[in-house]
């Protein structure tokens, strides 16, 4: 199902706005909320609302039948949430994280620009997997406080390449509330087929509703232009 894979993308895009803010600020240094856009190679695109505080992110896929991802960086682990289930997975290198076994082989600050309201710095940053299957650079706006309000990016590992760009809009900050980022009471604690399963049924169903109805291609807005990562990205690699 697209939206595991687009649930596990958006992760590793949020784990590596950290990592590569390897220059201060290491953390993002206030507690706030946002409404993220992400679009990816072949348009497309993926809206989710999440929040932020100390060493904890949640973010918010979908509608109330959506998934919502909380990674936890105190306790080392992330949670997947879906419907009355949940799965746990560890932040280690084998998930969707993997960005501890990077290295930032080039970093460089290219100028000072406003992006949705924010004065942000924005940095060229080239990394490496440290086992030399892959290589990841871009370009990232960010605050004084450490917030990634833009980023565009590429990743290349043997002959696969992705591009994708991210953005932050409706910026709030102020401290959230800590039940957001717990499990919520009532919860099951499935696997990862348990999981799969009840998201496949409630696909089905939207398909059917969708058809129904002559929906759209899901994630698609009307008007909404697809990004032309290629031609920002130009020269990031030296192709």
């Known amino acids: 199902m697209k939206l595991w894979y687009y649930a596990g993308m958006l992760t590793s895009v949020v784990l590596l706005s950290v990592t590569v803010s390897a220059t201060p600020p290491p953390e993002v240094q206030v507690d706030y909320s946002a409404d993220s856009t992400m679009e990816t190679e072949g348009g497309m695109t993926l809206k989710s609302r999440i929040y932020h505080t100390a060493d904890k992110d949640r973010m918010e896929m979908g509608a109330s039948d959506g998934m919502t991802t909380i990674i936890r960086k105190d306790k080392k682990v992330i949670w997947q949430l879906m419907g009355d289930m949940y799965m746990e997975m560890p932040m280690n290198d084998s998930n969707a994280s993997g960005m501890d076994a990077l290295e930032i082989i080039e970093q460089a600050e290219v100028g000072q620009e406003t992006v949705n309201g924010m004065k942000t710095t924005k940095s060229k940053v080239v ?45 709030k900050l102020g401290k959230q509330d800590p039940a957001l980022f717990e499990i919520p009471a009532g919860y099951t604690k499935n696997d990862m087929g348990a999981m799969m399963g009840q998201m496949m049924m409630d696909g089905s169903q939207s398909q059917d509703r969708g058809r129904s109805r002559g929906a759209k291609k899901p994630g698609m807005e009307d008007g909404e232009p697809a990004v032309d990562i290629n031609k920002m990205m130009k020269g990031l690699f030296g192709k």
Do not use: H, Y
């Not at 990232?140 to 406080?145: A, D, I, L, Q, S």
């Not at 833009?150 to 932050?168: P, T």
């Open 127 to 171: 990394a490496v997997k440290k086992d030399g299957s892959g290589k990841f650079g871009g370009f990232f706006w960010t605050t004084k406080e450490g917030i990634t309000v833009k980023m565009e990016m590429l990743s290349k590992e043997g002959d696969k390449k992705m591009r994708m760009a991210s953005e932050l809009t409706n910026i």
